[in-house]
């Protein structure tokens, strides 16, 4: 059984479908890319996937659990964390607060405790907390971890929302454009960084990218879509030699040089 099943996925707004049918697995401790033109339907699909959108038909599971519909606060506790293309920090706290706003799905203490500094709230917060420190230290955040992440540059920034969504400790983490906005360097890091996370975390992951060399690198597994439909889905080596993947980003003439 994969971790994420994708069935026979349709998101239609109005008169128009912006996902048609798709189906795909990501499998445990799997790096999965998922590609397409502008327009191609990944962040319609993926809002599904992470709970913003209800699908018009099909459905997604997650570990042997229905999570078709699900509202998006069960989903941390499902055990799917996400970031967003636009980040979505809070830009007065400072990196080490943002990233332990982020392991609020994984209290059990409950609000009395937490209220009344019970010894099970104390330890969560422990936890936490050191939880937090390996995670600086793995995304190379030590240096600001006391910085109001308003006054970081935008990649720094990208690495603060990984670690906030890390600290929930998913089984799925879900990416959304990881490399935008990033530089040649930053790009280069980041894949290092996707390969230890996945290491190190025994996680899976799904990102919407549009950095082909990136998808190309990292992934186990990559999924190509195209006007919201499913056209290859293999390997990176199997997906970039398609004839469909070819025609969707260089067009049909290309397609007929290749042959």
Excluded: W
Excluded at 137 to 164: C, I, Y
Excluded at 180 to 202: I, M, P, S, T, W
């Amino acid at each position: 059984m994969a971790l994420l099943e994708v069935r026979d996925v349709v998101v239609r707004f109005g008169g128009v479908t912006a996902v048609a049918g798709v189906s795909f697995d990501v499998e445990e401790r799997q790096i999965c890319g998922l590609i397409g033109p502008n327009g191609a339907g990944k962040t319609t699909l993926f809002n599904v996937i992470s709970g913003i959108y209800k699908p018009t038909e099909g459905e997604v599971r997650f570990a042997g659990q229905m999570a078709t519909g699900l509202p998006r606060h069960r989903m941390a506790p499902l055990g799917l964390g996400r970031t967003f293309q636009n980040l979505a920090l809070f830009r007065s706290m400072t990196v080490r607060e943002n990233i332990l706003a982020g392991a609020h799905a994984e209290g059990r203490a409950g609000f009395l405790a937490n209220a009344l500094r019970l010894p099970a709230a104390r330890r969560e917060e422990q936890a936490a907390a050191e939880h937090a420190r390996s995670l600086l230290a793995l995304l190379d955040l030590e240096a600001v971890a006391e910085v109001p992440v308003a006054a970081l540059p935008f990649g720094t920034q990208k690495r603060v929302e990984m670690a906030r969504a890390l600290i929930s400790k998913p089984k799925l983490l879900l990416l959304d454009e990881p490399a935008g906005g990033l530089n040649h360097g930053e790009v280069d890091g980041l894949a290092q960084r996707l390969r230890e996370v996945k290491r190190n975390f025994n996680l899976s992951i799904l990102l919407v990218e549009h950095h082909m060399n990136l998808v190309m690198r990292v992934s186990d597994k990559v999924v190509a879509l195209d006007f919201g439909k499913k056209i290859a889905d293999g390997s990176p080596a199997e997906v970039r030699a398609d004839p469909e993947v070819i025609r969707a980003y260089l067009g049909a003439e290309a397609t007929a040089h290749a042959a």
